[in-house]
């Protein structure tokens, strides 16, 4: 089982859909849960952080975070075709370990 | 602007060749990274580096190499010892507040020809 699951599309919806996209962990050690957003051909930038368990919002975007499933959530309201890219998950335990990638979900966002 | 240069932004290599890949930084950030990726394979770890003269193997460091002699650089060869480079190849470095998660380079696309 790999540490990291990450259904990687590709996820098509129409512009207005809100989106949700999940990942899976094995690591209960895991503390810091990130989401990246990357466009084609660009390095990944950062959307979303959290630590532990809980909700985050941010302008159109909700990260969940539930330990005691094992499951992260990235939620998109009022999707825009400018949301079209790569969404990868990543987390690391406690300390100075690198982060540990999911494989990425494609999402499309047609107008 | 503070960042991450990585280049050349694309890389053709021969067969039997080394090359370099570099990863410059003026953000002042202890630990760098050099990930891979592949389609569908998402973002693996190659080598890492958390402060300056040490680094460590990622998870698939075989027919890499690397050298970390100042903070801003951390440098990434490929050698032809790696049969399978083509990829993009993704650098990042955070810094002492790691709550920030990584702040990545544009990439370097390698490619064998």
């Known amino acids: 089982q790999k540490e990291v699951e990450q259904d990687p599309g590709p996820l098509s919806v129409p512009e207005g859909a809100i989106v949700s996209l999940n990942c899976t962990y094995s690591?209960?050690?895991?503390?810091?849960f990130m989401w990246y957003r990357q466009y084609s051909r660009k390095g990944p930038e950062l959307l979303m952080y959290?630590?532990?368990?809980g909700n985050k919002e941010d302008g159109r975007f909700t990260a969940q975070v539930d330990k005691s499933s094992k499951y992260i959530s990235l939620f998109i309201r009022d999707s825009q075709p400018s949301d079209s890219a790569t969404y990868l998950c990543?987390?690391?335990?406690?300390?100075?370990?690198?982060?540990?990638f999911g494989k990425g979900t494609r999402l499309s966002v047609i107008a | 602007d503070g960042g991450i240069t990585q280049s050349p932004k694309y890389l053709f290599r021969k067969e039997g060749q080394n090359v370099t890949l570099s990863c410059e930084q003026n953000?002042?950030?202890?630990?760098m990274y050099w990930y891979r990726q592949d389609p569908g394979q998402g973002l693996r770890l190659i080598y890492y580096?958390?402060?300056?003269?040490?680094?460590q193997k990622g998870d698939i460091a075989e027919g890499y190499s690397v050298s970390r002699e100042k903070k801003e650089s951390f440098p990434l060869t490929v050698t032809s010892a790696q049969k399978n480079p083509t990829a993009f190849y993704l650098c990042?470095?955070?810094?002492?507040?790691?709550?920030?998660?990584?702040?990545f380079g544009s990439g370097t696309r390698l490619t064998v020809v």
């Open positions: 580096s958390q402060i300056v003269n040490d680094f």
């Open positions: 953000l002042n950030h202890d630990a």
């Open positions: 959290t630590y532990s368990s």
């Open positions: 990543a987390m690391r335990n406690s300390g100075n370990t690198p982060l540990v």
């Open positions: 690591n209960s050690a895991f503390q810091y």
């Open positions: 990042a470095s955070i810094g002492q507040s790691y709550f920030y998660g990584y702040t």
